[in-house]
């Protein structure tokens, strides 16, 4: 987590730097078919982060001896942009890069039938525009919908949100600046008809009650989260039956 | 440029293609023989860049972020600043497009419009010194291909030029005061295919894929030629040259004209 | 993880586990669902190392050493040390895995290695700077891993911090005076499984060829999380992710008693 | 193009540095089949420039999926000598010579008989020994001279030649001084028989009229160096002849 | 070699810094089946050398074009681990490492009888844990081991060492300290039954007479380090019985 | 070595070699078993490299250039110039040579050159400190090889020990007096083939395609070993080895007459 500092994280009032309570997320948009060669699209702007997602599959996995005869696997790529950070990021995959795109692709595995398409791959490609906290959630909901948008049958959408300590108080969805000075960091994704938790990762200090209180902060979230998510896709199958009905 | 999946378009198509330029003098999509499609440019997208810019070129989406941080100039040019262009032709904006080291195709179309940026003059990189031989601007220009549908060229130079026309140099970083970066003029490039015996403006990939030649002319304000690239293995005449030459001229202030103020 | 070499686990087998846990609650090899294998931990192994470890967890061995050089600090940290993790998968240790670039399951084991002791504060890094922005001491954890049956994460974390809690300061190399590594903690990571609807403890290779999903859990003396991973394709209910942490807190401490002083 | 500077590039008499007049060509010599090992091969002179280029094949593209069932495909690798130039370049392609690579072989695939040889790939291997500006067109006037040796079924040569601008000024085939502080840079080759063109680069500032100037010269220039590339073939198979007569 | 100094690597009695005569051998360790993966392990302690060697196989050659249809290859990677040397080591193989696996690769592959599995490759792993001078010879010596202790078939096994010149004197099996201050080194291997020499390097200088009074230390050493091989194979041919008679 | 493109040598040439170098000591191309082929040098090849060399050994083609810049020196080394030698196997060359990062036998021909120039101290580098620690004198060897038919060893050594007999330092470039590059004096690398129980000497490609084991001797005018380097998997007797050390002090003097004065 984030270097010690002096900075004041709330308010007199107990709110946060950017005017939210403790439990409330920043502001969530998400559009589908956003591009026309990939096979489903998703575009999500949460708080000032910016990420496209792409969806292509299933395909025949390649090269061949990755191709399991049981099932399709998801391969997600989470990558980004050299303008996304303040500092000028060198294109190419870095070692943190690599590990979220291991957990999202296993995230997604969970919720993909895979077991519909053997021998196939599916690929998911993230994309940060902007980075502003809690990309590898932000991008890994994107997915989802990306991957519904793209007519993958799956047994859920996945919902992911983070929980972090700021001030010794637990706060949900962590703003640029609460990451950076914070206490601790909890990134979680769910399945959000059964409340499966497919990724959690933490770092920083947290005590067994404040994990407690961090998880059903995020459960909570994720129902609202998920509402929207739905939305996106209605709105989409809705321009697609008006677009049938021409 | 990259085929399709299957590296093959059904003869029907490209029949299609062909006869309808051949006979009517018209484009499969409906366009005359130098018509661009529709250009859309979004500028500040990414607020945190210190310049921005989403192009939609019909259907081809990219989009260019440019960051300006000061650093060292190199040693034979200690006076000016220093500038770079990149382009990611990123996995989802095709099927057969791969993530890792930079690809020849993407690397000629970065040269190309950087050529046309640099070349035009288009940043004063007199005006980035911050100390001469110690420390200066350098202007990372890094554009995310997203949707390909032919004429990436085009369609990256118009990203990088908005976005640089918008751009401002972060100078409070170092206690000075931001400024808009310095800018003299607006490069276009136009390229254009040989179909045949035709030369086609903005190609759309299913052009691209019938297409035996490919030329890319960069002109600004002064209509001088500032950067030219023939590609792709067929040949031009040089009246063909010289035609296209003056085809781009036209074209250009149209693209000029879209450009942001 | 790795799979065997065909990727395949007769079935016989697979089922002989199951059973054994689904009907007895007792594991192939005869342990308990929470029971560690043993833990045979042998320092200063590589005395030219800074500080080092040889670690057996069942048939799993690696061997940490720890470098100590000073340089300078990151920008944004200039008053503290430097802390860097990495780990090998040598093709020594298991027949698929590939000399060349780290994999991305090494990366994994790493950064949920590193995180731990980071998170922690294991190490004292403010301790550990000889002049503010300047210089300051860099602590190069390398661990190599030489044989492989399972659970890479907890023995790679029983080697550093046994590793670390043993390591010297070379300041005598710049002039100074050598003085133990600054420690505050002894963070044990907890590696549990879920097989069928079970969760076990400190996985071997064959447990974790039938896992659904993978949890990591790491505390310290102070029964905090300090950092938790879930992995491979499975979930975890929220109620499961519960129990793991009250069984990870308990089986923590008994690695903790391995510790060496 | 080059850096601005004060440098004179003309003296009193309209010469450049060099004494040449703003329409002569460097002195250009080629030679043939100086390699043994290679199916063809040729070594250019062209001023300070001494290139050397071998030709393998037409033979079984490889790997398997670059196969196109219709035609060979030809390959161009320009690569620079470590000592080529003033400071010691690290070996290995660059971004430059990886874009050099792709319009030279893209100028050869125009004048081989590609549709003779199904399934093949021709390698062109580029090797710039010394380089004194110009290396494109000179590797590229040389590689078919080489591909000829090799017996590779052509339409026609091809023929590179350079015009620039140096002090407001159209001039042929620019010199290392004129390439580093002249105005213009106007790379071209041609197949002479028909005056196709197959490679065309420019940067820097040219007006139509000194484009339309630089043309014209550069077209009656390469009628100059096709001959000596005529005759350097003349001359290999003079000595051919020759040793079947032995 | 080395770099001049002043230096002095021997005392009054003619003994050198450790204490060894010129003759004299450093403490040599063999273990064998150490790893429990593996095909066949070895680990060796030579002064301050600590190696770890692995063998799998032999095994299908992959990928297939590597395969030779008469016989196996060996394949030998020695690499050093990053806390091995005294400045910390970047992972990966550098060139002296890529130059060390190939000499060991060759030979091995000497000693073994690869034309009895053909389309075959043979892994032998080396990995320098703590470099003391002599890992080459101290990483081949171990591999020859660690190969019998797989089962490979060999013609005989091999061992190395190194002699070098240290103050004008022809000594056997450098320390470290020798190692960087001394005026030549020799590592060679033979196989002890016949005599033959499958790998030698030499650097530095040594006239004629003095590189025979080296090899002739060399050859006498490797009767003892043989010994030491073979003593490490009983042992665990004994442990293996012991097993089979429980 | 690489081996022809098939990988084979037909069984009638394979034997035709063979028998002739048993029968009558005669090899395939007429000569005597410690016979050179015809060597050629030319010198200043490269006239803005510091120094170059082209050398024909029989078929086999190389060219060196040596580059000598100003730079840092190593830590450990403050008071010596630097010297550094890669090899290229171009594809050019040979068939089966590939562009791409150095394949395992041009780190090792490079390597052996290298040796046999270092330890002989023909360079003497203590002359090349400008200023001890913070800069020296560094010399680039590089080789293209550009014609392959067999002991690239010994043309590339040819190669860089004419090439570095002829160069002058650019010093120049730092204000002060360009000075010819202190050489002490020239090593000559002799290798040699064993082929059945016959050793040969500067063998072509199809000797070296069968052929059991190689043995290189570096010497200087002192008569000295410098370098040596046992290549393949064969072996050789100490009592072969003594004789090619013999032999290669004969053969040595031979080359170190073709040196440029």
Known sequence: MGTASDKKLFDENGLRLDGRSPGDLRPIRIETDVLNRADGS???EWGGNKIQVAVYGPREAYPRHMQNINQAFVRARYNMAAFSVDERKRPGPDRRSMEI????????QAAVMVELFPRAQIDVFIEVLQADAGTRIAGLTASAVALAAAGVPMRDLVVGCT????????????????????????????????????????DG?????????????????????????RDALKKNYASTAQDWGE | MPRDELDVMSEIKRNYILQKIRKDGIRADGRKLDEMRKVVIQTNFIPRASGSAVVTLGRTKVVCGIKIEAGEPFPDTPNQGVLTT???LLPMAFPTFEAGPPSEDS??????????????????????????AKQVWIVFIDIDVIDYDGNLIDACTIAAVSALATA???????????FPLPITCRPASVTMLKIDNVVVVDPDLEEEQIASARLTVTMAEDGHLKAMQKGEPGFFTLEEIQKAI???????????????K
């Open chain 1, 205 to 229: 200090d947290l005590s067994i009650d404040e994990f407690n209180e961090a998880t059903s902060m995020i459960f909570k979230a994720t129902e609202r989260i998920n509402q929207i998510q």
């Open chain 1, 163 to 202: 929980a972090g300590k700021v001030d010794g108080k637990v706060v949900l969805d962590l703003s640029k600046e609460e990451d950076n000075f914070g206490q601790a960091d909890l990134p979680v994704a769910v399945m959000p008809k059964s409340g499966k938790v497919v990724l959690m990762q933490m």
């Open chain 1, 101 to 108: 795109s291991k957990v999202i692709s296993e995230a997604l």
């Open chain 2, 168 to 178: 401002v140099v972060p100078a409070s970083t170092i206690g000075q005061k931001d």
């Open chain 2, 86 to 88: 990149n382009v990611e």
């Open chain 1, 42 to 44: 998703a575009f999500i």
């Open chain 2, 246 to 260: 003056k085809t781009s001229s036209d074209v250009g202030s149209q693209i000029r004209n879209n450009y942001p």
């Open chain 2, 107 to 132: 690397i000629e179309i970065a040269r190309v419009v950087d050529r046309g940026i640099r070349e035009s003059k288009m940043i004063d990189l007199q005006k980035l010194v911050v100390e001469p």
